[in-house]
């Protein structure tokens, strides 16, 4: 499939994980890659799988580099069709353990980064009448014990995604979302390596595993193309079918 030849997609948090995944998936199909991260070496080794891939280590907390970031994308490939904001990070705790400087930590990366990155790029993407694709997660859809800060970020995340969406009226400009569960990333290793804890995880997956990143880059890929051509303002779970579970529990 080169659903997106010619185009040219800005991955952020492409380092590895879901990010690294879905930057090799645009590659497979054909796009023009811009990979978006903090270090160098990580993302040299996931560009060096792509055929058109162009490496910018920014950190998007920082607002100025957010323009940076959609400068040199243009510079490299000319107009840019598909955001995907894709960083983030979590910290675990409630609201007695987890300090201000980890709080303000997640709001950074995981709500202003897509905010300051989005904003940069939007008079491309109404140019190209392109498309936003955020990475939010079944997290931003309710509540978690031990992670209010990361359910904070993404329910802003998931409604920032509606609220683009209407902003975008009329430009051509489609935003939605992904809402992963539990999938198998950097971010979630030390949670893998507990048996007990993924034990319980895959017994509320009516699928019966953890996502792979790959899952996940998939659907992505899926609402940034012409296939999702009228899907606009959606988070869509990609959770195995957890959220279709109303929290009961099974009576049999």
């Known amino acids: 499939m080169t659903r997106f030849e010619g185009k040219t997609v800005i991955v952020t948090g492409a380092s590895s994980g879901i990010g690294a995944a879905t930057a090799r998936r645009f590659g497979g199909e054909g796009a023009n890659v811009v990979l978006v991260a903090r270090t160098q070496e990580t993302l040299e080794k996931v560009a060096a799988d792509i055929p058109q891939a162009k490496v ?16 040199e994308a243009r ?12 960083a983030g990070i979590v910290a675990m705790g409630e609201i007695g ?18 905010y300051f990155v989005t904003r940069a790029a939007w008079e491309d993407l109404k140019a190209s009448k392109g498309n936003v694709v955020m990475t939010s997660s079944v997290s931003g859809t309710g509540g978690d014990w031990g992670m209010f800060a990361y359910n904070a970020a993404k329910g802003a995340v998931t ?13 051509g400009v489609r935003v939605n979302a992904v809402n992963p569960t539990f999938t198998k990333t950097a971010l979630t290793e030390d949670m893998l390596k507990d048996e007990e804890l993924v034990a319980k995880f895959v017994e509320r997956i009516p699928l019966g595993r953890p996502g792979e990143p ?3 880059a998939a659907v992505i890929a899926f609402l940034a193309s012409e296939d999702a051509g009228f899907v606009n303002g959606v988070n869509l779970p990609v959770d195995g079918g ?10 049999s």
């Open 97 to 114: 353990e987890v300090g201000t400087d980890a709080w303000s930590d997640v709001m950074n990366t995981d709500l202003n980064g897509a």
């Open 214 to 216: 790959e899952d996940i």
């Open 56 to 71: 910018v280590v920014a950190d998007v907390r920082e607002q100025e580099n957010a323009g940076r970031i959609v400068a």
């Open 242 to 251: 957890l959220s279709a579970s109303n929290g009961q529990p099974p009576q």
């Open 75 to 86: 510079a490299a490939f000319g107009q840019i069709d598909v955001l995907v904001n894709n």
């Open 159 to 171: 409604n920032l995604t509606r609220a683009l969406a209407l902003d975008a009226r009329n430009s």
